[in-house]
């Protein structure tokens, strides 16, 4: 059964590979290097840093008091009623119908 939030552990493996592929991939890219300039870079992992400075604060600041998740609006009588009626809407055609294999 699906949850009302989905990603879990799978987000966290994007946001990991986010931060990875932003960092620099030649020694010479990185800051503490002889041959670095801040010409000759991109400003992504600051961004990011300072990203997670931001909310990260502001989550030990404030959020983790009072932010609980997603609230789920029904029982689950009444959300396996809400899929039955609307099961149709959103169906994709299938490949087949298409002709290709």
Partial sequence: MLSAFP???CGVCR???AV???LPLFYDG???SPNFSWSLTNYTILWFIGIGVCFG???VISARHWFKG???MGTEEELAQLE???EGDFALPADTEFGTS
């Fill in 70 to 72: 997603p609230v789920r």
């Fill in 20 to 22: 990875l592929f932003s």
């Fill in 57 to 59: 604060g502001w989550w």
């Fill in 7 to 9: 990603l879990r552990k």
């Fill in 15 to 17: 946001t990991f590979k």
């Fill in 84 to 86: 039955a009626r609307r």
């Fill in 30 to 32: 990185l800051p503490w």
